[in-house]
């Protein structure tokens, strides 16, 4: 099983819509959880950080539900530059705690 | 501000030779990391330094790649007698400190032959 499970997609919205991505992660112990943005291409970059209250930035809302080791991001209004691939990213507890990055999953926001 | 740069942008090599990919993190930035994309995969972790401690080669896929950060700073990412299956872009990143957030370089796409 992959530390960190993300559901490829694409996911084809039009502009206006909401959508939602859901990551899984394996280790219960992990600590922190982030969400990366990464455009064809292009290297990956911080969307947001994801707390265990939940937090929101604008059109983008991040939760965590730790009991079922998952996490969500909430994309609301999408626009056109929207589209790019979302990267679930879990900080592990142990040793230097690298962060494992899934596999992404592609947004594509038509006109 | 300079970002995180790495050289080169593009690399083609034949299968066999030796190839060395560059890495300059932010300055002042204590920890770097390298990381490796393939094709329609996610990231995979190689190696991490921090500050003049070991780094953790945990994530290096074979004895063929070797890294190293002289003086703290600049890095170099080593891959011996490369195999087709080398082939993938290669990140680097650097953070403040070791939990801090990461900055990734535009990486280096390797295509062996």
């Known amino acids: 099983r992959k530390e960190v499970e993300q559901d490829p997609g694409p996911f084809n919205v039009p502009e206006g819509a909401t959508v939602a991505f859901n990551c899984t992660y394996s280790n219960s112990a992990s600590q922190s959880f982030f969400w990366y943005r990464q455009d064809c291409r292009k290297e990956p970059k911080l969307l947001m950080s994801v707390y265990s209250s939940g937090n929101e930035d604008g059109r983008f809302t991040a939760q965590l539900n730790r009991a079922s080791q998952y996490i969500s991001l909430l994309i609301r209004d999408s626009k056109l530059s929207d589209s790019a691939t979302y990267l679930c990213v879990v900080r592990g507890n142990t040793g230097f705690q690298k962060l494992v990055f899934g596999t992404g999953t592609r947004l594509l926001v038509s006109p | 501000g300079a970002g995180v740069s790495q050289s080169p942008s593009n690399k083609v090599t034949e299968k066999g030779k030796d190839v060395e990919l560059r890495c300059d993190p932010i300055s002042g930035h204590t920890a770097l990391y390298w990381y490796r994309q393939s094709l329609g995969q996610g990231l995979e972790f190689l190696i991490y330094f921090q500050g003049n401690s070991a780094p953790d080669k945990s994530g290096l896929p074979s004895d063929r790649f070797s890294a190293e950060r002289t003086g703290g700073s600049v890095s170099t990412l080593t891959i011996q007698r490369t195999q087709q299956e080398d082939s993938a872009v290669y990140l680097c990143?650097?953070?403040?400190?070791?939990?801090?957030?990461?900055?990734f370089g535009s990486g280096t796409q390797l295509s062996v032959l």
């Open positions: 990143a650097s953070s403040l400190s070791r939990n801090e957030k990461l900055f």
